[in-house]
Structure formats: structure tokens, C-alpha cells
């Protein structure tokens, strides 16, 4: 069961509410608490509105805890994104924590009312050497006209300085509802051996780093109801299959489920550039413009 805070003022809350009047989808609740925040930003396209989610201070802090509702109503359209990677710090004391060096985590919870859609984008997630986060996002879609669009994504870290898969922990879970059935679940996990700690000092290394290589960033993709991106990765998964299998820069993969109704689509990329490049404009492409625009779409995953 996901945690729940008890009061809307605890460190993290936060509240997004959206709905659809006169044909134009608005915010009728915008709550943030800190360390979270929220920033509406002009949509460019009818029936969407657009918010980015950031944190004070640049980055997650040990022992952050980020609780997140949002919430589409009927035929409302949420995009939401973030400015730039999110960082995780590496751990150690927080004021906001109640024991040091906690694992930083983030929950969202979603409902996507009838013909409503919404688009989780963010950048990926860049956590620092000896680091911990956990996310855990659960979306409920009302029915078969609920549409949704999520890219849960991370890299390696910091390789500019030198930090390459170099963070403790790593967790990502992803449940998605349909009438309260669920229909799908993704877990990522990535933890260093305790075992091998002494030995990661020393040499600087994970214990399970060597079996990342060659790939510095890795994505998945999950779209439901929306079918011009979904026919758009099965049109290119077939002719991947057709193609002579040689080593690659980039791997992924393609898995229907809902009948064809939904596609989870898993990537790994030696640059992070290469997925994204792969995901917003070899998967999503028109499918998203449909909904966010020509405009918002040169925004997205930048």
C-alpha cells in the first residue's frame, strides 16, 4: 500500500487537480509543498494544460519525501514535466529526515477520469555517487477512453564527473489500473551488494555496474488509448525484426498488452541523447503532437 501523509501541510505534499470547461482544460487545484513545487506554463494546444514539477534547491536531498496526487478529470488534458534532470544528492543528514542517510522517496498516485488524458514527461532522473531513491507511481484510468502517456527514465549518473552507475540504490515501480483491475507492473531495482561494499570503495565501483555496460541511460515507456503512437511502435518493432541482428549503441523492446491497447517499451542507450531522441521522436511523434501541439511537443524532453 502506498504511503499516504496525514495532512496536506507535511514537506512534499503536493495536489494537482485539472478540468475541462468550455473546451479548455484549467487548474482548479495547484498544491505544493516545499521542497516540492509546481509551474503552470502556456499550453499550445486546446483541452491541455501544462505544469512542471521541480524541487528547491536543485535536486532531491536525503530523506526527501514527495507525496503526489493528481487527478484528470473528464476529457481534460494534464502534460507533466520537469525543468531539466532530476538530481539525487547523495545521502547523508537532512533536517527533514528522522535518521541520516535515508533513502529519498517519491510517490505519485493518478486518476484519469472518462476521455481524459494524461502525460507524465519528465527529464530522467541523475542520481549522484552514493545515492538512494525509490519512486512508486500507480495511475487509475476510469475506463477504455482513459488515456495515459508515461516515461520513467534514469541515467548513470554524473559522467562528467566521473560517476558512472556509482549510486547505492535505485527503485521504480509502476502499477496502472484499468476499472480498478490491474493491468500492468513494472519493477526496477538496482542496489549494490552490501557484500561488495569494501571492495566498491576501493575501486569505485558497484557491484552491479559491469552488468549495465556498455549503456548509460535506460527508459520505459508505457502509452495507453493512444493509438497513432502505440500503431507507430508496432509499424517500427515489426521492421526491427526484419532486420539483421548486429551489435547496437541502442536495444529495446516491444510489449503489447490490453489487447493491443496498450505498449510498454523498454530502451537502453549509451547516451542518454539516443533515448531520448528514440522515444520523443521514433515512438511518440505524432501521436503526442495530437494532443500537445506542435509548439509544446518542441518543449517536451529537450
Known amino acids: 500500500m502506498l504511503k499516504s501523509f496525514a495532512t496536506e501541510s507535511e514537506p512534499g505534499k503536493g495536489i494537482l487537480v485539472c478540468q475541462c470547461r468550455d473546451n479548455r ?10 521542497p516540492l513545487k509546481f509551474i503552470p506554463t502556456k499550453a499550445h494546444a486546446e483541452r491541455l494544460a501544462a505544469v512542471y514539477m521541480l524541487s528547491y534547491g536543485g535536486g532531491i536531498v536525503s530523506g526527501d519525501l514527495f507525496d503526489i496526487s493528481l487527478t484528470v478529470e473528464e476529457r481534460a488534458i494534464l502534460l507533466l514535466m520537469t525543468q531539466g534532470n532530476t538530481k539525487v544528492f547523495k545521502d547523508g543528514y ?9 533513502s529519498s522517496i517519491q510517490y505519485i498516485v493518478s486518476h484519469v477520469h472518462i476521455n481524459a488524458t494524461l502525460l507524465v514527461l519528465p527529464d530522467p532522473v541523475t542520481s549522484f555517487k552514493n545515492s538512494s531513491f525509490s519512486s512508486r507511481q500507480t495511475f487509475n484510468l476510469a475506463d477504455d477512453s482513459s488515456r495515459l502517456v508515461l516515461l520513467d527514465w534514469f541515467t548513470s549518473g554524473r559522467l562528467t564527473r566521473g560517476e558512472k552507475w556509482s549510486f547505492k540504490h535505485y527503485s521504480s515501480k509502476i502499477d496502472v489500473r484499468l476499472a480498478d483491475k490491474l493491468i500492468l507492473r513494472d519493477h526496477m531495482v538496482l542496489d549494490d551488494d552490501e557484500n561488495t561494499d569494501k571492495k566498491s570503495i ?5 557491484s552491479y555496474a559491469d552488468r549495465l555496460s556498455p549503456y548509460t541511460c535506460f527508459a520505459t515507456l508505457v502509452v495507453v488509448g493512444v493509438e497513432t503512437a502505440i500503431r507507430t511502435i508496432e509499424r517500427k518493432a515489426q521492421k526491427r525484426l526484419m532486420a539483421t541482428m548486429r551489435p547496437r549503441d541502442m536495444l529495446w523492446s516491444a510489449s503489447p498488452f490490453l489487447k493491443g491497447k496498450g505498449m ?14 528514440f522515444v520523443k521522436l521514433e515512438c511518440l511523434g505524432d501521436g503526442l503532437t495530437e494532443y ?11
Open 202 to 206: 576501493i575501486n569505485e565501483k558497484t
Open 94 to 102: 537532512s533536517k527533514r529526515a528522522t535518521t541520516a542517510g535515508p
Open 25 to 34: 482544460t484549467q487548474f482548479s487545484r495547484i498544491h505544493a509543498q516545499y
Open 264 to 277: 510498454l517499451v523498454r530502451v537502453a542507450g549509451v547516451t542518454t541523447e539516443q533515448v531520448r531522441d
Open 292 to 302: 500537445i501541439g506542435d509548439g509544446m511537443f518542441a518543449k517536451v524532453l529537450m
